[in-house]
């Protein structure tokens, strides 16, 4: 099963995909829009195209486990993403993976405007490899 993950930002949301199998995932893209209305119009389009059958939100929870006003604000975006696209929407707790992100991105060495534009899908990366480790 193909699965799409999004790591949605307010400036930049970052998207990945998983192979066929469900077992791998991998980086796409990064969107940079900030108007949510056209951001949505822009993943359904990749989802149109890409084909997959589920669609994983991060899900920003505090480091006690709590949720935020952002949690509300995924969520939302996450019922909206589903409306739009007809896939069902999931969600899974992205708690320091953009701090995991940034490390791997230093291990590659990986800078400046480089790691600026690809941080959020490596991001979209481990929430979805989380998503999937969470669920074999």
Same mark, same amino acid.
């Not at 989802?47 to 604000?73: C, H, T, W």
């Given at each position: 099963?193909?699965?799409?993950?999004?790591?949605?930002?307010?400036?930049?949301? *970052?998207?990945?995909?998983?192979?066929?199998?469900?077992?791998? $995932?991998?980086?796409?893209? %990064?969107?940079?829009? =900030?108007?949510? #209305?056209?951001?949505?119009?822009?993943?359904?389009?990749?989802?149109?195209?890409?084909?997959?059958?589920?669609?994983?939100?991060?899900?920003?929870?505090?480091?006690? *486990?709590?949720?935020?006003?952002?949690?509300?604000?995924?969520? $939302?975006?996450?019922?909206? %993403?589903?409306?739009? =696209?007809?896939? #069902?929407?999931?969600?899974?707790?992205?708690?320091?993976?953009?701090?995991?992100?940034?490390?791997?991105?230093?291990?590659?060495?990986?800078?400046?405007?480089?790691?600026?534009?690809?941080?959020?899908?490596?991001?979209?990366?481990?929430?979805?490899?989380?998503?999937?480790?969470?669920?074999?």
């Amino acid at each position: 099963m193909k699965i799409m993950s999004v790591d949605y930002g307010d400036v930049r949301t *970052g998207v990945a995909f998983s192979d066929i199998s469900g077992t791998l $995932a991998s980086p796409y893209t %990064v969107i940079k829009e =900030t108007y949510q #209305p056209k951001l949505i119009d822009k993943l359904c389009e990749i989802a149109e195209n890409e084909k997959p059958e589920k669609i994983i939100v991060g899900l920003p929870r505090n480091m006690d *486990g709590s949720y935020g006003f952002r949690a509300d604000a995924c969520r $939302a975006f996450g019922a909206a %993403v589903e409306q739009k =696209t007809g896939l #069902p929407v999931e969600f899974q707790d992205e708690r320091l993976t953009t701090v995991m992100a940034h490390n791997i991105l230093s291990a590659n060495n990986v800078r400046g405007k480089k790691r600026k534009d690809t941080v959020d899908a490596v991001s979209a990366v481990m929430i979805l490899q989380s998503y999937i480790d969470k669920n074999k």
